[in-house]
């Protein structure tokens, strides 16, 4: 095994990505801090920024599909730096017209061609890094989108409301292209060589059956839950500071409310993976799904600013471990060289559920003027995620128990 793997060197790469990422997802939280005031330039509607939002997040997830491939080919370094400078011409051309161009500029640049160019690529790249703590470092990279929504909302409501929300939109497209592009080029190295495989995993690699399902039957039903439990994953992310606003607290105290839920899913997200690399990523799934429906059933039946504060706490403890654990057990379950293509997949059906999510609860908002159908809606989507998982793990354990009973 390359020297390199779980080295000091590998941690720093880890750090970097880390520090790239809540940068470049720094990005879509300004339509969530700014959605009234979007909404009120361009007409009224809350489906219209919340869309926005949604595209940036389907955007990325398509988009990482074929940049995992271009990262494999041409090297992480230059997909992550053309990613920041496309995320910093989406910002702009988002700031400058109509809703057409808001939606363009996430939707194609911000996503698609954007942080689809840093977020698969830099899950790719850092797994290469490591074998024993994988799970501690994709939790701490994957932490990057929670600490920039922990320190960038904050920031982003004074500059809306001392400049505005176009001039911060492109004042902050500025900023990424300053900070990702210098951090890419110094860090983001060749990954050290995959290890050979072992038998085990060689068999594994050459077996139909994954948790005692067909192979891609049972990836199937691991993607469709890694797009159920983003949508409600997104409700509160794109909406806790309009809810807020709904409910007669300031803005501000809003955007701290968010900061709050994201710091709290940043430091509880090391705790995930520390926990998945013990128990399983599929197990840890299990219990993260179940913690994250009791905290959205939590935003239902809470109205004030305190119940609020702590059940944004409860939340983003909750919900924090679910993508890296779906990333682990795909690595845990699939071969090695499959992780190109598998992890993207699984990428782009958690961002298509952050967009549907975000999308659906401004569209529940606007026809019924209330965010409890949509946090209701939420729970239901929650609900199969955790039976979808729960049958995963029964069905992986009746199969070693199967292969036991005939040893």
């Given at each position: 095994m390359d020297s390199r793997i779980d080295s000091r060197e590998a941690w720093s790469i880890a750090v970097a990505s880390l520090f790239i990422l809540a940068v470049s997802f720094g990005s879509p939280h300004i339509t969530n801090v700014g959605l009234k005031h979007i909404a009120a330039d361009l007409g009224g509607q809350r489906s219209i920024p919340s869309g926005a939002y949604a595209l940036a997040w389907f955007g990325t997830g398509v988009g990482g599909l074929a940049m995992g491939w271009i990262a494999d080919r041409y090297g992480v370094r230059w997909t992550v730096m053309a990613g920041a400078v496309m995320v910093c011409l989406g910002l702009a051309i988002s700031s400058?017209?109509?809703?057409?161009?808001?939606?363009v500029g996430h939707g194609l640049f911000v996503g698609l061609l954007g942080n689809a160019g840093i977020n698969a690529p830099?899950?790719?790249y850092v797994t290469r890094w490591f074998d024993k703590r994988r799970g501690t470092a994709v939790a701490l990279i994957a932490s990057g989108q929670y600490l920039a929504g922990a320190f960038w909302p904050p920031l982003f409501e004074r500059a809306i409301a001392y400049f505005g929300w176009r001039q911060t939109m492109l004042g902050f497209g500025f900023v990424i292209a300053a900070l990702v592009l210098p951090l890419a080029a110094v860090f983001l190295k060749a990954p050290p060589n995959l290890p050979d495989p072992t038998a085990g995993a060689r068999a594994a690699a050459a077996s139909d059956q994954v948790l005692g399902l067909p192979k891609e039957m049972a990836f199937g039903l691991l993607a469709l839950a890694s797009f159920l439990c983003c949508i409600p994953m997104a409700m509160p992310q794109a909406h806790l500071i309009a809810f807020c606003g709904?409910?007669?607290?300031?803005?501000?105290?809003?955007?701290?409310?968010?900061?709050v839920l994201l710091t709290c899913a940043f430091f509880s997200r090391q705790f995930w993976g520390w926990l998945s690399d013990r128990i399983?990523?599929?197990?840890t799934l299990v219990v993260c799904s179940a913690a994250q429906a009791a905290a959205i059933l939590a935003f239902i039946v809470t109205q004030d600013e305190a119940g609020l504060f702590f059940v944004s706490a409860a939340f983003g403890l909750g919900f924090s471990g679910l993508i890296p654990a779906y990333i682990v057990t795909a690595r845990q379950l699939f071969p090695a060289h499959e992780a190109s293509w598998r992890m993207p997949i699984l990428l782009l059906t958690g961002t298509t559920g952050m967009a549907a999510g975000g999308w659906s609860a401004g569209m529940i908002y606007d026809q019924l003027g209330s965010y409890t159908p949509a946090f209701a809606t939420g729970l239901a989507a929650n609900l199969v995620n955790f039976i979808i998982l729960a049958g995963l793990l029964m069905s992986g354990r009746r199969g070693r128990r199967g292969v036991l009973a005939q040893a």
């Open positions: 400058q017209g109509d809703a057409m161009q808001l939606l830099l899950y790719i709904d409910l007669g607290i300031a803005a501000s105290r809003g955007a701290f409310m968010l900061s399983g990523g599929l197990a």
